[in-house]
């Protein structure tokens, strides 16, 4: 971010929040921003979705005010999609209107309730070049990428699933966190074919096109569904973290995730050792009770 001082801005940590429709995005803003209140840091919601009504988060920058999907749709007689397909380059028209938002607030972590459209991410680069520039503003952003557990009761859509992630981690090009949401109701949807282990680090998926032949419709896609999942396997790019906004141990594995993700568990923003950043540089769990949480939070829960 410009500083009319002259001065490097200081380095600002934050999630963007991607994924489908439906997925839980808004929900997941809201869970998130209350747990990390409690952990002490100051928490700045960014409502970037103009068709975003009725927030039920305390949103410090609404891109409303800027534009909205119902006056571009009534204004300029376009669909939704194509309404937020204009609203979003209309957006990256105006980022002097996001910069001047923004500045406002120092030492600050920062969650961007991102739209729904999947073109945004996969084939569109207006929200790319949003993200481009939030970095060149100094923050350090990491993508958090949501997507309705429901998805591993059936293997097609699974795939569909993976295929859909792994396009859109390429396209970002941000440091990403694909998260599977709503696990407290997964059980609603039937019994998995595979242990959650399987879905969570994408493992052999021959299994998975095993379980699809069975199905008399895939089964003449079973060439086309190999290829597809040789093409995840060969990038080995997507693995999921499991969440339940409701579970607290749950919320913890995401932060862990994020914060190594962003660089946050690096940072001076909270007191970090050695073994704190060697345990998190290897992918190891850390070796210590408290984090993320700070000593008064930790004991407060």
């Avoid at 769990?285 to 700070?294: S, V």
């Amino acid at each position: 971010m410009s500083s009319r001082s002259g001065e490097a801005p200081s380095l600002r940590f934050g999630q963007v929040v991607i994924g489908p429709p439906g997925s839980g995005k808004t929900t997941y803003c809201l869970a998130m921003q209350e747990f990390l209140t409690h952990l002490g840091r100051k928490v700045v919601v960014v409502n970037m979705d103009p068709a975003n009504e009725g927030l039920p988060y305390k949103c410090e920058v609404d891109i409303s005010e800027l534009v909205t999907l119902d006056d571009v749709m009534d204004g300029l007689k376009l669909g939704p999609n194509g309404g937020l397909l204009y609203c979003m380059e209309y957006v990256e028209a105006n980022m002097d209107w996001l910069e001047s938002k923004l500045r406002r607030f120092r030492d600050c972590y920062f969650l961007f309730d991102c739209p729904g459209q999947v073109e945004l991410y996969t084939h569109q680069s207006s929200v790319k070049n949003i993200f481009s520039q939030l970095s060149k503003w100094n923050f350090r952003l990491c993508s958090v990428h949501l997507v309705d557990s429901h998805y591993c009761a059936d293997p097609a859509k699974f795939i569909s699933v993976l295929c859909t992630s792994l396009s859109t981690m390429l396209h970002v090009e941000l440091p990403h966190v694909n998260i599977l949401s709503k696990m407290d109701l997964i059980e609603q949807y039937g019994k998995l074919a595979f242990n959650l282990d399987f879905y969570t680090e994408v493992m052999d998926l021959t299994y998975l096109l095993d379980h699809l032949a069975a199905d008399p419709f895939f089964k003449k896609f079973h060439h086309l569904n190999a290829k597809l999942a040789e093409v995840i396997q060969d990038y080995s790019l997507v693995s999921f973290v499991s969440l339940n906004v409701q579970d607290k141990d749950s919320m913890i594995g995401v932060l862990r995730a994020v914060d190594k993700a962003n660089g946050y568990c690096f940072g001076d923003l909270e007191e970090r050792n050695l073994q704190a950043m060697m345990s998190a540089a290897v992918g190891a769990d850390f070796q210590f009770n408290t984090y993320p949480f700070p000593p008064a939070a930790a004991d407060s829960l």
